[in-house]
């Protein structure tokens, strides 16, 4: 198949967190909505209405609280539990259009999918239109959809189905009179290309290249010279040429990171060995899914870099395990040992967290002669009824430590968390 025949669509939820809260609390449609981050420190969504107001992505919520009185903006905390569900089937309603090869989940609200065989049966418009209707009607989650030949002219066309009316959700420029397309490709600044980034955006231009269609002109030889490959597959992309493969096989970690800030400022080498021994867990249940062990993990603790009366402090340690692990109790220990290590009586700590290095998959991995079978075998078990037990009863109901006990000094603030409908002690109530 010739790259130059290849379609590709993009789907994506507008606006996903705060779509995601007015599906189960619709008193917050055409309000202003902001969503906030970990600690409820900075907006990390916004509803259409909120971004009208001027209101900046990941702005700190106190440098706002003006706009938020006098727009009576309606502020919730982050519920990652719930948008992580509904992202669930969000994804599983697009797997009914493709095949598994022609799907890749590329974020928690965006999804590619390869239309190309689809283009001989369908008008692709009115296949994209289907998808929005069924998200829709069965999640309540408007969608966009951009379809291109190239996932790069994909994401380009998503945006200009964001953005004008006239497209009713779905922007096909494959099917577009190729002037009609240049056109719309004018209007759109050189920043907002797929990879481009802030950086490349300046230097671009000031080579006198200001919007899409000045960087679908260009010679794909000549950026590769003035920046990289990447810019150059990237122009080719946006010329029709598909550079980019649908990965519907994601790749394998590198690393795991747990943290958080925390709600208020710790002191005590208990809170932090509390704090990072459910960061250790959450690291494990991921190294878990992923089917991968652990060669090394790295614990670490912060002060607040932003207080300019005290000096920041930052230490880290690392600890190589004999024997890869997967194992909760593995991780749990050598996280708190090293806590040990790096902690400093009188700091005010913001945050701590540990980082799972050296992964590598479990069915490849090749055991040591001296290594102690029975040993595996136990952490196996034991590894296996605790997750029995969390699926059946959710993670909080047994774990390592008390770090899953309510008001911890170290839990993080999230005073304006929605409920989650998903689970069964926050079902709604339907009151008649």
Same mark, same amino acid.
């Given at each position: 198949?010739?790259?130059?025949?290849?379609?590709?669509?993009?789907?994506?939820?507008?606006?996903?967190?705060?779509?995601?809260?007015?599906?189960?609390?619709?008193?917050?449609n055409?309000?202003?909505?902001?969503?906030?981050?970990?600690?409820?420190?900075?907006?990390?969504?916004?509803?259409?209405?909120?971004?009208?107001?001027?209101?900046?992505?990941?702005?700190?919520?106190?440098q706002?609280?003006? %706009?938020?009185?006098?727009?009576?903006?309606?502020v919730?905390?982050?519920?990652?539990?719930?948008?992580?569900?509904m992202? $669930?089937?969000?994804?599983?309603?697009?797997?009914?259009?493709?095949?598994?090869?022609?799907?890749?989940?590329?974020?928690?609200?965006?999804?590619?999918?390869e239309?190309?065989?689809?283009?001989?049966?369908?008008?692709?418009?009115?296949?994209?239109?289907?998808m929005?209707?069924?998200i829709?009607?069965?999640?309540?989650?408007?969608?966009?959809?951009?379809?291109?030949?190239?996932?790069?002219?994909?994401?380009?066309?998503?945006?200009?189905?964001?953005?004008?009316?006239?497209?009713?959700?779905?922007?096909?420029?494959?099917?577009?009179?190729?002037?009609?397309r240049?056109?719309?490709?004018?209007?759109?600044?050189v920043?907002?290309?797929?990879g481009?980034?802030?950086?490349?955006?300046?230097?671009?231009?000031?080579?006198?290249?200001?919007?899409?269609?000045d960087?679908?002109?260009?010679?794909?030889?000549?950026?590769?010279?003035?920046?990289?490959?990447?810019?150059?597959?990237?122009?080719?992309?946006?010329?029709?040429?598909?550079?980019?493969?649908?990965?519907?096989?994601?790749?394998?970690?590198?690393? %795991?990171?747990?943290?958080?800030?925390?709600?208020?400022?710790?002191?005590?080498?208990?809170?932090?060995?509390?704090? %990072?021994?459910?960061?250790?867990?959450?690291?494990?249940?991921?190294?878990?899914?992923?089917?991968?062990?652990?060669?090394?993990?790295?614990?670490?603790?912060?002060? $607040?870099?932003?207080?300019?009366?005290?000096?920041?402090?930052?230490?880290?340690?690392?600890?190589?395990?004999?024997?890869?692990?997967?194992?909760?109790?593995?991780l749990?220990?050598?996280?708190?040992?090293m806590?040990n290590?790096?902690?400093?009586?009188? %700091?005010?700590?913001?945050?701590?967290?540990?980082?799972?290095?050296?992964?590598?998959?479990?069915?490849?991995?090749?055991?040591?002669?001296?290594?102690?079978?029975?040993?595996?075998?136990?952490?196996?078990?034991?590894?296996?009824?605790?997750?029995?037990?969390?699926?059946?009863?959710?993670?909080?109901?047994?774990?390592?430590?008390?770090?899953?006990l309510?008001?911890?000094?170290?839990?993080?603030?999230?005073?304006?968390?929605?409920k989650?409908?998903?689970?069964?002690?926050?079902?709604?109530?339907?009151?008649?």
């Open positions: 198949m010739k790259h130059q025949h290849r379609i590709f669509a993009l789907v994506d939820v507008n606006n996903c967190y705060v779509s995601c809260e007015r599906v189960f609390n619709p008193s917050l055409n309000k202003p909505v902001i969503v906030l981050s970990n600690n409820d420190g900075c907006a990390v969504a916004r509803s259409q209405e909120a971004k009208d107001l001027g209101i900046k992505m990941g702005v700190p919520l106190f706002i609280k003006d %706009i938020v009185q006098q727009h009576n903006v309606q919730l905390s982050s519920n990652y539990a719930l948008y992580n569900e992202s $669930n089937r969000f994804h599983r309603i697009l797997a009914d259009f493709v095949t598994p090869a022609e799907q890749e989940i590329y974020s928690i609200d965006e999804c590619f999918l239309l190309t065989a689809y283009a001989e049966h369908y008008d692709l418009t009115d296949y994209a239109q289907l929005r209707q069924r829709l009607k069965w999640l309540g989650l408007p969608v966009c959809v951009g379809i291109g030949r190239s996932k790069t002219e994909a994401k380009i066309a998503n945006h200009m189905a964001k953005k004008g009316k006239r497209f009713n959700g779905v922007c096909n420029l494959v099917d577009m009179d190729p002037k009609h240049d056109y719309f490709k004018s209007l759109i600044d920043s907002e290309v797929w481009v980034g802030r950086q490349h955006s300046k230097m671009l231009h000031a080579m006198g290249i200001h919007t899409v269609l960087l679908t002109h260009s010679d794909p030889a000549q950026m590769k010279k003035q920046f990289s490959v990447v810019m150059a597959r990237t122009v080719a992309e946006l010329q029709g040429l598909s550079c980019i493969e649908v990965e519907h096989t994601p790749p394998s970690k590198k690393q %795991i990171v747990a943290s958080r800030s925390f709600g208020t400022r710790v002191t005590e080498l208990d809170d932090l060995k509390e704090a %990072i021994s459910m960061y250790a867990q959450d690291a494990c249940s991921r190294l878990r899914s992923g089917e991968l062990l652990c060669g090394c993990i790295v614990a670490f603790v912060q002060s $607040n870099p932003f207080d300019p009366n005290v000096p920041f402090y930052n230490k880290a340690a690392s600890y190589a395990f004999p024997e890869p692990t997967e194992c909760v109790t593995d749990v220990q050598a996280a708190t040992v806590l290590h790096i902690y400093k009586e009188g %700091i005010k700590f913001k945050k701590c967290g540990v980082m799972l290095t050296g992964l590598e998959p479990k069915s490849s991995h090749t055991l040591d002669l001296l290594t102690d079978l029975a040993d595996i075998e136990r952490k196996e078990k034991l590894m296996s009824a605790l997750e029995g037990i969390h699926e059946k009863f959710g993670k909080k109901k047994l774990g390592v430590g008390s770090c899953y309510p008001n911890r000094n170290w839990s993080m603030s999230r005073d304006k968390l929605s989650n409908p998903f689970k069964w002690e926050e079902l709604l109530i339907i009151k008649h």
